[in-house]
């Protein structure tokens, strides 16, 4: 990388005409300096004191020569710092087709992946070749054919990362795919990879085709944290397992339990005061709002790795026991309250009163909102606590009762099936001639899918009277076909009955794993609060629509138009394309479903895995590049005005200097500009040296608000919202002058509490997930700027389309608490006589970087007198508008053009109309009802012929 490189060198030969030009110059001497007086006679007599020169004065004749030769250097397109050319694979007449991997792994370093497709796809523009570029996994696979510059930019501009892993094998037939295609046959390949390293078929795979062509692998920047959720919970807590490529971790990171509306209910450090990971991270919280969680993530979140989704599932819920065991044993841990204890300390809140007094205990445990009570030899109940019991099952509780020596004499309702007056037990009257086994369970069953030791024995039980409904009721049985576990629903509740004790003295049940997971099965059965009432079974297997899902960058929003339904009975399996992760089902008790179901493995690529595929390893660094080309042009400019200026002083055109002192001003002004230039004071600042906006002086920003309309944007802290916020502005007013007679200049960041706001017609005001600061000093600043005439864009970037629905985002709650404070008007979504939606464009919708969301604006009094008008303008403009749709992320272009964020889902369409209510609202603010007025020409001329 050179100091200094020109994008067009052969300008430079202009430099050989500087001799002649300097000859030309010198021979051509400035216009002489006349003294208009008409009589001739006294003009015969006059003496001139000053004599015209016969040649360009030498100081005159320096100027003009470096005013060319700045010129000349800036038409040779001088660039500070310039990238390296880049060797790409293959001879300069073959086609190149770029392959970039679009998996999660991507999606934190994607603006980098963007520029080094970017540079290739110039590269090979540069060197005549043809150029196509294709993406894996990407929602559409399409077959790309060789193109040009402009074809293969736009395809690059509809590429998005998404939130899966990629799958090795459709990666290798689409490829395949592509390169069947007659375009591609000799063609050559640059891999944009994901950085992680491929299988073993892929490497023989790509092994292989590096022999048939010229392959080149970039390697990609990966993500170094990733989180799955642990298969279990820890007593009240709930688990994450972490993962890393490398320790200790450069960047310390905190992981939030957050809720469903967004809300930070616990931040755990991810990293100790060294750097290195904590691998399991837990949040211990009182069961109400660990049963809150319903997404854990590493803050700032990156990518979809970073996020782990929590449904109802996981929702522990608050188990009651009871036992009517004796206080004083002499093996208190051998007692079936404690096997049950122990069975289901690790998935729900266990509550033991102890206190000997079965029904008090009942009674208290109802009234504090349990969820599940297990009677541990508990034989028979008093009427007063059954006439409890009754309605507590009807409504959602699910009672579980374990079989006692006392339990057949019982003389209350709370069992499933009628049992006969004697038990039958190995040696006794209904004598076994050895333990029983425990048959396959059912597939209706609670139980199914549970894997059942050998070794479980069953050695006595309580038999159950045959009858019609004993079969449905049964929920496992013996190998023999009699019940060992019966239940039934009541209500919405459920009421089971285990035909042996809790602990062993029938059966050794109790000691295996899957007593605990049978328990576990039944403590599932309660409705959460989430979907009480919602009449789902927790083993529905229907199929469940897409409700709210990841995307790459880990946030969740609006499924993507190509996500489809999701089976529930495949929730182990891996996202996909059309089954990104996110929440499926019902609103009431959505499943989640995440990116993955155990703790991944992180394996970076070798560092000379391209050449042990045989291909070659091609770096791209970042462009750091500068063009002095603007800087040239402008003291070009200023170096033809001071020798305007100098020719005019010359002649006495500027007049009121006496002769002798011209040649001497013109002098002056020449100095002083070569000085000025020689020295960089008039050089422009690039964009790597612009000083931060925070640290301009409230004067001098008010000075630059007010010689250029701007439009402005709040800081929120956040540097990535900020950045796209700065980003989306400077591409909306770049549209709008380019569309539009409206020029604004760049926009300014602003503190609304600090700042002054007259100077701003529009303010856009992107909403954070961390909570804003609500001090009584920024809504009398904003209240004031609102009723002055000023409008404030609120964008939650949530594609919310109700910010009034209960469910919210954390975004939407901090608009929520700004808005509680203001002094608002009544809202409305725009209607279709709006004038917005004729301000310059004609719009029905006003999209973003999403679709969905419609814009909030003041809402507007029905006119009954003039309802055939077409438009409706109001008094004035709406002082606040809503959207959820992140418009700045659909505005937001680079340097040359190019969108930066794609649009969800990808759509050229949906960006264009994005730009066109950007337009139609920076018309809006500026020119208010004008609009209204104009289409109103035909009801106004009619009232004056009237």
Do not use: C
Not at 240 to 246: G, Y
Not at 353 to 364: F, K, L, N, Q, V
């Amino acid at each position: 990388m050179s100091a200094v490189s020109f994008l067009a060198p052969l300008a430079l030969l202009g430099l050989l005409a500087l001799p002649a030009l300097w000859w030309l110059l010198r021979a051509t001497p400035p216009q002489p300096a006349t003294t208009p007086f008409p009589p001739l006679r006294l003009l015969e007599k006059l003496t001139n004191a000053e004599e015209t020169p016969v040649k360009t004065p030498w100081w005159l004749l320096a100027l003009r020569l470096l005013l060319l030769t700045l010129l000349i250097l800036a038409f040779a397109g001088p660039v500070w710092r310039a990238s390296d050319p880049i060797a790409l694979p293959g001879a300069n007449d073959t086609p190149l087709l770029i392959v970039m991997q679009s998996d999660w792994a991507t999606a934190s370093a994607w603006d980098v992946r963007q520029d080094q497709a970017t540079r290739l796809i110039e590269a090979a523009s540069a060197e005549g070749r043809p150029v196509a570029i294709t993406a894996f996994p990407q929602p559409l696979a399409l077959t790309p054919l060789p193109g040009d510059r402009a074809d293969a930019l736009a395809m690059l501009a509809n590429i998005a990362p998404q939130p899966v892993a990629t799958d090795s094998s459709a990666l290798r037939a689409h490829i395949e795919t592509v390169l069947a295609n007659p375009g591609w046959r000799d063609a050559s390949l640059v891999w944009l990879t994901n950085g992680w390293a491929p299988d073993d078929d892929t490497q023989a795979w790509l092994t292989s085709l590096a022999s048939e062509r010229p392959i080149a692998l970039v390697s990609g920047q990966t993500p170094d944290l990733a989180l799955s959720l642990d298969g279990g919970v820890d007593g009240p807590a709930a688990i994450v397992t972490a993962v890393t490529t490398e320790e200790p971790v450069a960047d310390p990171r905190s992981v939030a339990a957050l809720d469903g509306s967004g809300r930070q209910l616990a931040l755990v450090a991810l990293t100790d005061d060294d750097g290195n990971l904590r691998n399991r991270v837990a949040f211990d919280l009182p069961l109400d709002l660990r049963n809150d969680i319903a997404r854990i993530a590493i803050v700032p979140t990156r990518h979809t790795g970073e996020v782990v989704l929590v449904d109802d599932r996981l929702e522990r819920r608050r188990v009651g026991i009871v036992g009517a065991e004796r206080r004083d044993e002499a093996q208190p841990l051998l007692s079936g309250t404690t096997y049950v204890e122990r069975a289901l300390r690790p998935t729900a809140d266990v509550v033991v009163p102890r206190s000997g007094d079965t029904s008090g205990e009942i009674d208290t445990m109802i009234a504090q909102g349990v969820d599940v009570i297990v009677l541990v030899d508990v034989a028979s109940l008093i009427p007063s606590t059954v006439s409890l019991l009754e309605p507590w099952i009807e409504e959602g509780g699910v009672l579980i009762r374990f079989a006692s020596t006392g339990l057949t004499q019982s003389n209350d309702d709370l069992i499933p099936v009628p049992l006969r007056a004697v038990d039958r037990q190995l040696g006794g009257a209904l004598t076994w001639e050895e333990p029983q086994s425990i048959a396959p369970f059912a597939a209706g069953s609670p139980f199914a899918g549970l894997f059942i030791p050998q070794d479980v024995a069953i050695e006595r039980q309580v038999l159950s009277e045959p009858g019609a409904a004993l079969a449905a009721r049964t929920y496992a049985e013996l190998a023999d076909s009699t019940p060992l576990v019966t239940g039934e629903a009541r209500g919405t509740g459920q009421l089971v009955l285990f035909h042996v004790t809790a602990d062993t003295g029938w059966s050794n049940l109790p000691l295996s794993g899957l007593f605990v997971d049978m328990l576990g099965r039944l403590v599932e059965l309660a409705p959460t609060r989430s979907d009480a009432g919602a009449g789902l079974a927790p083993s529905d297997e229907s199929l469940l629509a897409p409700r709210t899902t990841l995307d790459a960058f880990g946030t969740l929003g609006s499924p993507p138009q190509h996500a489809e339904p999701w089976t529930a009975s495949t929730g182990s399996s891996a996202p996909s394309v059309t089954n990104p992760p996110g929440f499926y089902g019902p609103a009431a008790s959505p499943r989640a479903l995440n990116l993955f179901a155990e703790p991944p493995t992180l394996t970076l690529a070798n560092a000379d895995l391209a050449a042990q595929l045989g291909a070659e390893p091609l770096e791209i660094g970042a462009d750091q590049s500068i063009s002095l080309r603007p800087a040239l042009v402008t003291l070009v400019a200023l170096l033809a005005l001071a020798d305007a200026v100098i020719v005019l002083v010359l002649s006495g055109a500027l007049g009121g200097l006496a002769g002798s002192r011209r040649a001497g001003t013109a002098a002056s002004i020449a100095v002083l500009a070569a000085g000025l230039v020689f020295s960089g004071q008039l050089a422009p600042t690039s964009a790597l040296a612009q000083s931060n906006s925070a640290e301009q002086s409230q004067i001098s920003r008010m000075i630059a608000a007010a010689n250029s309309t701007r439009l402005a944007y709040v800081v929120t802290g956040d540097r990535q919202i900020d950045q796209r916020s700065r980003e989306g502005l400077s591409g909306l007013s770049r549209i709008l002058t380019q569309r539009t007679a409206f020029e604004p200049g760049d926009p300014m960041a602003i503190d609304p509490a600090d700042d002054e706001l007259a100077f701003y017609p529009l303010i856009y005001w992107p909403m954070p997930e961390t909570p804003i600061a609500v001090s009584d000093r920024l809504i009398t600043r904003i209240d004031a700027y609102m009723n002055n005439g000023g409008t404030i864009l609120f964008d939650t970037r949530d594609e919310a389309s109700n910010f009034a629905t209960s469910s919210i985002s954390a975004q939407t709650a901090n608009l929520r608490t700004l808005l509680a404070a203001l002094d608002i008007p009544p809202l409305e979504p725009v209607p279709d006589d709006h004038v917005l939606t004729k301000s310059f464009y004609l719009l029905d919708s006003f999209p973003g970087r999403y679709a969905t969301g419609p814009l909030w604006v003041e809402a507007l009094p029905d006119d009954p007198a003039n309802v055939d008008r077409p438009a409706r303008g109001g008094d004035g403009v709406s002082p606040i508008m809503i959207t959820g749709n992140d418009m700045a992320s659909a505005w937001a272009l680079s340097s040359d053009g190019r969108p930066l964020y794609a649009t969800s889902p990808p759509n050229r369409l949906q960006r264009e109309f994005a730009y066109r209510t950007g337009i139609n609202i920076g018309m809006y603010v500026m020119t208010g009802n004008y609009k209204a007025d104009q289409v109103h020409i035909p009801a106004l001329l009619e009232r004056l012929v009237q």
